[in-house]
C-alpha cells in the first residue's frame, strides 16, 4: 500500500497564502503522475491541480488558476501546492492522489478515478 502523507493545514485569513506538501515514497514519487484534490462539507470532491509525472505539465482547476502552484520537489519526493489569495470557497479538506504512469511527460490527470493512491487529507479552513 502506497501510504502518501499530506502536510502544512492549518487556519489561514481570506487572502492569506498557505503551502501544503504531500510526501511520496520515492518509488512512487518518481513513476507517478500526482494531484491535489479537496473537498468541503457537504460537497463532492473537487479537482485542484495536477502534475505530470516529470512535472513539465501542470493543469489547474478554472478557480485557482494564477492563485495556486503545483510544483514537484525532487530533493524531499514531495509534490507542493502553492496556495495564495486565498478566498472564502476554498476552504475544504485538500488531499493529495498519485497514480503511476506510462506516459512521465507531458500527462496530467483531472478525474478522481484516474488515481489509484490517496492521502488522508488536510484541512485548510479559511477565516474571513
Known amino acids: 500500500q502506497v501510504q502518501l502523507v499530506e502536510s502544512g493545514g492549518g487556519l489561514v485569513q481570506a487572502g492569506g497564502s498557505l503551502s501544503l506538501s504531500c510526501a511520496a515514497p520515492e518509488r512512487t514519487f518518481s513513476r507517478s503522475a500526482m494531484g491535489w484534490f479537496r473537498q468541503a462539507p457537504g460537497k463532492e470532491r473537487e479537482f485542484v491541480a495536477a502534475i505530470s509525472g516529470r512535472g513539465g505539465s501542470t493543469e489547474y482547476t478554472d478557480s485557482v488558476k494564477g492563485r495556486f502552484t503545483i510544483s514537484r520537489e525532487y530533493a524531499k519526493n514531495t509534490v507542493d501546492l502553492q496556495m495564495s489569495s486565498l478566498k472564502p470557497d476554498d476552504p475544504a479538506v485538500y488531499s493529495c492522489?498519485?497514480?503511476?504512469?506510462?506516459?512521465?511527460?507531458?500527462?496530467?490527470?483531472?478525474?478522481?478515478?484516474?488515481?489509484?493512491?490517496w492521502g488522508q487529507g488536510t484541512p485548510v479552513p479559511v477565516s474571513s
Open positions: 492522489a498519485a497514480r503511476s504512469s506510462r506516459t512521465l511527460y507531458g500527462v496530467t490527470y483531472s478525474r478522481p478515478q484516474e488515481y489509484a493512491y
